[in-house]
């Protein structure tokens, strides 16, 4: 750990220590900029986290408890223009320190509730009262997403001398198609409802809106009025659309539609200068939009495309496209798809084999697939590669490998068991979207410079084999990058898209000529180009559905004429936006160190808030206090809550309630994972005052547990813990069974498994399977009683689009002597939905193996038992405006299920069957923003079926009404 005046950087490996000066100098001058700009004075120092978790470069920046930033190392994803070529760690510290300068920003109202409060509260899902006292020390952190990512990325692009999306193709475009098509602009509400979850950008609009109405507003209001809304003074409104109203004195959403207004006459003006020449004819391959789509081959006959595609409805996958017929057929799901492109793809037309990546967000893994057989193989593990492009000379494959913030050029032959570094380039220097030449002898790809300078240039394979670097420069284009140029069949050409224009057109560079000619004139925009013949080319034009394959002609044009930016525009009529440009200074960072040394996050445990609770216990009120500490980082933390009992008629015993948690991370050594230790005193909870289902236990307890993921990728996770027990009236687990005897030790083993996958839209898990095996042994009175028990869930996607079917499945056993008189801590109980009025484990405990709604809480038992429930989760309908920015509905949808419990198995005359049948209504609603309430509502109707006497009997019908506070 480094840490200066303002900031602690935490890193975890040698191999990182090359850019923590840079970094250092990148912060100190951003954080000047902002603290200057704003007039912001932090009241503690940030806390930066530099690490290696993914492929790729990205940021995040929260203000509680602690400012805290976390950032990764490794280069940007460039694809489509969406993220901008400059200098990384310049512009994360520009856009995240933006972040956490307008969260953490506080007048004196919000200073007088962190000194009330000791701190900043986090929201917690034990004490949801932590909503409100939350939203009072930090009140601009409860803002939509939008907000922060739109105005993080206004000042991103000015700081970085006006590279960013302010500036970019991809957003003018994303607008422009809408207006082309008359398509829809989501308002406020319907695009934190709809917009982030079921469009095929899903979280990207965030961004993309954020980005263009920020714009619009300081376009046509005014930097001062804009940096007015977002400041947080003493004379502001602390929620962000009262702010927006005593600036603009007009109400956020009549601002939205003026916003609205203004963009339709602004891209119809673009549209109109694009059609000064005439437009590119096209022909669609697919009658439907594919969402994201990832580069492509044509198979050897010319008749099919391979591509992995991801859109709504749909589980991303590898499909084979009909050239002909726009027929899709599916391949092959990919686990791990990204957003944009998808996967990286080669592909051996030869063998007919791709070449592809899994786990494409985090650490890729390579694998292939034989498209005859299906057949699929994991060739490398945690390769960490992409962009990657088959040489058919000597069928190695060529990727570029992104590690410890370095971009290595690799290179992998046959049998793609291995892989060899060719070159590592130098930090801040960049390739990308590589292809090779038919005969072998070249490697072109996009070079990005440390200025965010883009060509397109080449290398001799020749030289790269030997270690050598010497791109030659075939096309420079200045901020523009070169995208997806690849090579014609007798390797005369080079096709490939880029915004010159500010449209996204398809571009040819001739060898022979040395010139390179513009080939479309798009309204919207044309991508990755392949071509199929000498008169035509198969290229994926945008639309707002995602991207669609289409053929146009293969011809030059003379002419194409050029679109407008907005950035262009708040730059004429602003021009002290260009002032904002600033780079890090070259200064002497150890001079400016006030500690380097070993980071330990138990060590660095501070008080981060105190408050009031409000708890059930049995069936009183009790009130009390919560106090939080928490490490940097969060790694470590620690919380007590200290409660009486007011009621005088509460009984000695029970007039104090203590409950703490200690859990902390164990990133090294031989039991790395998350150790917990709890412990409580006639413990109670918030929700026992709401409700059926009783949590709080007189008596006292202390619980070491530890948790730990075995395989990542599998996944296989294990949790072990052992508690013991004293005082108790009740079991820990059941509340309606009797302690018979009233101190007692207990362990539990657990491992399981859940490898499941949702498409776009989708508002839960729609396939895959989940598995789970758990023994336990409870210590009574010298004594073992031992069980055992496991589950198995199966889901599979239905015809119906975001309608899957489930089946889940549960057995256990328990060893003891139905006899003993300590027999109930051997028994299984089952019985109710298990929801409180107000609750927070989770909105379908139905599907919890120990839940059977229709019958009373622990009604039934066994000792031994199997149960088999189906269920089918209905279509979400989802709600485009339905509320206020502060709250609204974002979606409702229903599930039907029915379950059959046979327990006893082994004894005909106990063994008993039940059978129900329910539905649950589940709405999810949006408040503050950041907070995601569920309101359920569920019935169900059970029998049972008795063996001796022989009969049946139905229970009365149980009725459900819960409302989970916090997602």
Known sequence: MNKTEDMQLIYYSKKHEYIVPHLTRCFMNSFKFH?????????????????????????????????????????????????????????????????????????????????????????????????????????????????????????????????GRVLGGYDEMVFRTRIRDNGLIYDMIGLESEGIS???????????????????????????????????????????TAQFKKVYRIDIDDEWSNWIEWERNWQSANLDSINLYPVTPFRSISSEALGSVSRYFIDASGKKMYAGIRYPGQVAHIAA????????????????????????????????????????????????????????????????????????????????????????????AAPYADWKSLYVLDYGYDI??????????????????????????????????????????????????????????????????????????????????????????????FFRPVPVSEDSIIVMRYTSDGFNPVFIPNNTLEDVSAINYLGWEIANRHPIVLSWATKAPLIDVDSLLVYSGTYNPTKNI??????????????????????????????????????????????????????????????????????????????????????????????????????KSLITDMPLDLSIDIAGYGGLEKLPDYQNVEATFDRFLSSRVAMSHSKVKRSLGAVDDEKGIKWELVSTANYVNSKIYPRIHGGFDYGLISPIEHAPVWLRTSTGYSFADRDDPQANFANF?????????????????????????????????????AKVMGEWILPPLRFRRVGTP?????????????????????????????????????TRISLFSHLRPTLSVGYAVAYEKRTVPPGWNRFTPEYMVSIQILQ
């Open 432 to 525: 990308y979207d590589l292809d090779i030449s038919p005969n072998g002898e070249y490697l072109t790809a996009a070079f990005v410079d440390i200025s965010g300078y883009q060509k397109l240039v080449r290398f001799k394979l020749s030289e790269l084999l030997t270690g050598v670097f010497e791109p030659e420069t075939i096309h420079d284009f200045d901020v523009s990058s070169p995208a997806n140029f690849v090579y014609s069949s007798d390797g005369r050409y080079l096709y490939g898209s880029s915004y010159f224009t500010g449209v996204s057109n398809i571009f040819r560079y001739d060898f022979e000529i040395d010139s390179m000619e513009v080939i479309s004139n798009c309204e919207t925009g």
């Open 606 to 707: 501070r008080l981060s808030s105190v408050y009031p609770v409000v708890q059930g216990y049995k069936n009183s009120i009790v009130l009390g206090a919560h106090l939080d500490m928490e490490s940097n980082l969060g790694l470590s933390r620690f919380n007590l809550s200290i409660a009486t009992s007011p009621e005088r008629n509460q009984s000695s015993d029970e007039i104090l309630h203590v409950g703490f948690n200690f859990r902390t991370l164990k990133l090294r050594g031989a039991v790395t994972g998350t150790w917990k230790l709890s412990g409580g005193y006639n413990t109670a909870d918030f929700y026992d005052l709401f409700g059926p289902t009783k949590r709080s236990r007189k008596g006292y307890f202390s619980k070491l547990q530890f948790d």
């Open 198 to 240: 079921s469009d095929f950008q899903v979280g990207v609009n965030s961004y993309l809106y954020g980005t263009r109405f920020i714009s619009y507003i300081a376009y046509a209001h005014g930097i001062d009025n804009l940096l007015e809304w977002i400041s947080r003074t003493d004379d502001s409104e602390a929620y962000f």
């Open 829 to 865: 109980y089952f019985g109710g939905f298990g929801n409180n009025w107000v609750d927070y484990l989770g909105v379908k405990r139905y599907r919890e193996y120990y839940s059977f709604p229709g019958v009373d809480l622990n009604y039934i038992s066994g000792f031994n038992f």
């Open 321 to 412: 496209i009909d050239i002909r017929t726009g027929e899709i057929e599916k391949i092959h799901d990919i686990d791990g798809a990204a957003l944009f492109y998808v996967f990286s793809i080669a592909f051996d037309d030869s063998s007919n084999t791709l070449f592809y990546t899994t786990n494409n967000n985090h650490r890729r893994d390579f694998w292939s697939i034989d498209l005859e057989s299906r057949r699929t193989h994991l060739l490398i593990k945690e390769l960490r590669a992409g962009d990657l492009v088959f040489n058919r000379v000597d069928k190695s494959i060529w990727g570029l490998r992104h590690s410890d913030g370095f971009t290595t050029i690799i290179r992998i």
């Open 35 to 163: 603290r200057n700009l704003f007039g912001y004075e932090p009241g503690e120092d940030v806390t930066i986290l530099l690490q290696d978790f993914g492929d790729f470069g990205y940021g995040g920046a929260d203000a509680l408890p602690t400012n805290h930033l976390n950032l990764g190392i490794n280069p940007f994803n460039y694809v489509y223009d969406t993220m901008p070529a400059s200098e990384r760690m310049n512009s994360l510290m520009h856009h995240e320190l933006a972040h956490l300068v307008i969260m953490d920003m506080a007048n004196k109202r919000d200073r007088r509730f962190r000194s009330l409060f000791r701190g900043k509260v986090t929201p917690s899902i034990e004490n949801p009262l932590s909503i409100f006292y939350s939203y009072l020390t930090n009140p601009r952190r409860y803002s939509p997403r939008w907000y922060h990512e739109g105005f993080a990325v206004f000042m991103e692009t000015w700081m970085s001398g006006g590279l």
């Open 886 to 922: 502060m709250l609204y509905l974002n979606w409702t949808r229903a599930s039907l299920f029915t379950s059959t419990i046979v327990t006893n198995l082994d004894d005909k005359n106990k063994r008993t069957f039940y059978y129900n049948i329910g539905v649950q209504l589940d």
